[in-house]
C-alpha cells in the first residue's frame, strides 16, 4: 500500500526509490510492527476482560498466573496483518493469499479463547471443529495453488538434499496441506506454556520463512541454491519482519514473569502464518525443520498419551509437553525458556544449512 502511495512520487522524493528494494520494506515492516505492538499492548492490558484460566494439568507453580491478562495474540496478530497490508505490494497473489490464511487462523484462535476463557470451563473449539475449519482453508489454498503457481511446481514440494528432486503429490496435497496446518498450529499452542516460550521459539524458523522468501524471488540466489524461483514470493517477506517485529514486542510483555500470554488467538495465528509459508514456498519439510521444536514438543504429547494408555497409567515423562517434565525436575522456567530458544535457534540453522547442502 505504501509502495503504491509513495513510489510514483520518487521523480520529486528520491527517498521514495528505496521502496523497489523487499529489504527497505521488510526492515520498516519489522520497525514500525515492533512500535506499534509496544504502543497498543498496554492499552489492550487496561481494556481487556480475557483473564488466564489455568489448567490442571500444569505443574502447581504456574497457579499464582491465574487472572493474568490472555489472547494478547489480538493485538500482535492484528499489528502483523496491519503491517503487511501497509509494505506489501499486491502485484502478485502471494502476500493477500498469506493474509487471508492468517486472518481465518485468527478467527478460529479468537472463537477458542472466547469459549475457553470466558465459557463455564476451560474447553474451547473442539478438534472435529478445528478440523472442519482448516479443511476448509486447505480447499481455498488448493485453489489459489492451482489458480497462481505453474503445473509444474504447483502440486509439489521440495526434496532435502538432492538437487531438482520434488516430489509430487496431486491432489493429495490436500491431505499434506491440512496436516501441515493441523501439525504446527497444535505444536505451537503445546508449546505456549511457560512465559516467553513460544514467542521466542517462533522467531527462529520465521526468519528461515524470511530468507527463503527472499532467495526464492531472486532469479540468481534461486538458480544458486537450487530452490523453486517464484516471481512475486518475496512479498512473504514482508509478512515473516512483521511478525518478527510483532513477537518482539509482544515479548517485551510476555516474558517472565509474563504481563499478557497470547491465547490461542496468537498460537493458531503463529502456527498458521509458519503452515501457510511453508506451502506457498513449497518448503514443507524444511519448514518442519525449522520449526523442530514445536514438533518435538507436539511428539512428547502423543507418545506420552500413547504410552499412558497402553501401559495402563504409566508415563514417559513426568508431564508434557516437555517444558513441563523439566520444570517438574526442578529447573527454572527462565533457564527452561531460554535453553528451548537456544533449541529452535539451532533447528533453525539446520534447515538453512540443509539448502547450502543441495
Given at each position: 500500500?505504501?509502495?503504491d502511495?509513495?513510489?510514483?512520487?520518487?521523480?520529486?522524493?528520491?527517498w521514495f526509490?528505496?521502496?523497489r528494494?523487499?529489504?527497505?520494506?521488510?526492515?520498516?515492516?519489522l520497525?514500525?510492527?515492533?512500535?506499534?505492538?509496544?504502543?497498543?499492548?498496554?492499552?489492550?492490558?487496561?481494556?481487556?476482560?480475557?483473564?488466564?484460566?489455568?489448567?490442571?494439568?500444569?505443574p502447581?507453580?504456574?497457579k499464582?498466573?491465574?487472572?493474568?491478562?490472555?489472547a494478547?495474540?489480538?493485538?500482535?496478530?492484528?499489528?502483523?496483518?496491519?503491517?503487511?497490508?501497509?509494505?506489501?505490494?499486491?502485484?502478485?497473489?502471494?502476500?493477500?493469499?498469506?493474509?487471508?490464511?492468517?486472518?481465518f487462523m485468527?478467527?478460529i484462535?479468537l472463537?477458542?479463547?472466547?469459549?475457553?476463557?470466558?465459557?463455564?470451563?476451560?474447553?474451547?473449539?473442539?478438534?472435529?471443529?478445528?478440523?472442519?475449519?482448516?479443511?476448509?482453508?486447505a480447499v481455498f489454498?488448493?485453489v489459489?495453488?492451482?489458480?497462481?503457481?505453474p503445473?509444474?511446481?504447483?502440486?509439489?514440494?521440495?526434496?532435502?538434499?538432492?538437487?531438482?528432486?520434488n516430489?509430487?503429490?496431486?491432489?493429495?496435497?490436500v491431505?499434506?496441506?491440512?496436516?501441515?496446518?493441523?501439525?504446527?498450529?497444535?505444536?505451537?499452542?503445546?508449546?505456549?506454556?511457560?512465559?516467553?516460550?513460544?514467542a521466542?521459539?517462533?522467531i527462529?524458523?520465521?526468519l528461515?520463512?524470511?530468507?527463503?522468501?527472499?532467495f526464492?524471488?531472486?532469479k540468481?540466489?534461486?538458480?544458486?541454491?537450487?530452490?523453486?524461483?517464484?516471481?512475486?514470493i518475496?512479498?512473504?517477506?514482508?509478512l515473516?519482519?512483521?511478525?518478527?517485529?510483532?513477537?518482539?514486542?509482544?515479548?517485551?510483555?510476555?516474558?517472565?514473569?509474563?504481563?499478557?500470554?497470547?491465547g490461542?488467538?496468537g498460537?493458531?495465528s503463529i502456527?498458521?502464518?509458519?503452515?501457510?509459508?511453508?506451502?506457498?514456498?513449497?518448503?514443507e519439510?524444511?519448514?518442519?525443520?525449522?520449526?523442530?521444536?514445536?514438533?518435538?514438543?507436539?511428539?512428547t504429547?502423543f507418545t506420552?498419551?500413547l504410552?499412558f494408555?497402553i501401559?495402563?497409567g504409566?508415563?514417559?515423562?513426568?508431564?508434557?509437553?516437555?517444558?513441563h517434565?523439566?520444570?517438574e525436575?526442578?529447573?527454572h522456567?527462565?533457564?527452561?525458556?531460554?535453553?528451548?530458544?537456544?533449541l529452535?535457534?539451532?533447528f533453525?540453522?539446520?534447515?538453512?544449512?540443509?539448502?547450502?547442502?543441495?
Amino acid at each position: 500500500m505504501i509502495y503504491d502511495w509513495l513510489f510514483p512520487l520518487r521523480t520529486s522524493f528520491k527517498w521514495f526509490n528505496l521502496l523497489r528494494y523487499i529489504t527497505f520494506r521488510a526492515g520498516l515492516a519489522l520497525s514500525f510492527s515492533l512500535l506499534l505492538t509496544l504502543i497498543i499492548m498496554p492499552i489492550y492490558l487496561k481494556l481487556t476482560r480475557y483473564k488466564e484460566r489455568i489448567s490442571d494439568y500444569v505443574p502447581n507453580s504456574h497457579k499464582n498466573k491465574e487472572g493474568t491478562p490472555s489472547a494478547g495474540g489480538i493485538v500482535f496478530v492484528s499489528v502483523t496483518m496491519f503491517c503487511t497490508i501497509l509494505f506489501s505490494r499486491f502485484n502478485t497473489p502471494f502476500a493477500l493469499i498469506a493474509l487471508i490464511a492468517t486472518f481465518f487462523m485468527f478467527i478460529i484462535g479468537l472463537f477458542d479463547d472466547i469459549k475457553k476463557l470466558r465459557g463455564a470451563k476451560k474447553g474451547g473449539l473442539t478438534i472435529w471443529e478445528k478440523l472442519f475449519l482448516q479443511f476448509v482453508l486447505a480447499v481455498f489454498i488448493v485453489v489459489s495453488i492451482n489458480l497462481f503457481y505453474p503445473e509444474e511446481i504447483a502440486f509439489r514440494t521440495q526434496f532435502l538434499f538432492f538437487k531438482n528432486v520434488n516430489l509430487y503429490l496431486g491432489y493429495l496435497y490436500v491431505i499434506l496441506i491440512i496436516l501441515v496446518f493441523l501439525g504446527f498450529t497444535n505444536a505451537v499452542n503445546l508449546t505456549d506454556g511457560l512465559d516467553g516460550l513460544a514467542a521466542g521459539s517462533a522467531i527462529p524458523p520465521v526468519l528461515v520463512i524470511l530468507l527463503l522468501a527472499y532467495f526464492q524471488g531472486n532469479k540468481i540466489l534461486s538458480t544458486y541454491l537450487h530452490l523453486f524461483y517464484i516471481p512475486g514470493i518475496e512479498e512473504l517477506t514482508i509478512l515473516a519482519a512483521s511478525l518478527v517485529g510483532a513477537l518482539i514486542g509482544f515479548l517485551w510483555y510476555n516474558s517472565y514473569p509474563a504481563q499478557v500470554f497470547m491465547g490461542d488467538t496468537g498460537s493458531q495465528s503463529i502456527g498458521g502464518i509458519i503452515a501457510i509459508s511453508s506451502v506457498l514456498l513449497k518448503q514443507e519439510i524444511l519448514i518442519i525443520i525449522a520449526g523442530g521444536l514445536f514438533i518435538l514438543e507436539a511428539f512428547t504429547v502423543f507418545t506420552q498419551i500413547l504410552f499412558f494408555r497402553i501401559t495402563g497409567g504409566k508415563r514417559i515423562f513426568r508431564k508434557a509437553p516437555f517444558h513441563h517434565h523439566f520444570e517438574e525436575m526442578g529447573d527454572h522456567e527462565v533457564k527452561i525458556t531460554i535453553r528451548f530458544w537456544i533449541l529452535s535457534l539451532i533447528f533453525s540453522l539446520i534447515a538453512l544449512g540443509m539448502i547450502k547442502i543441495k
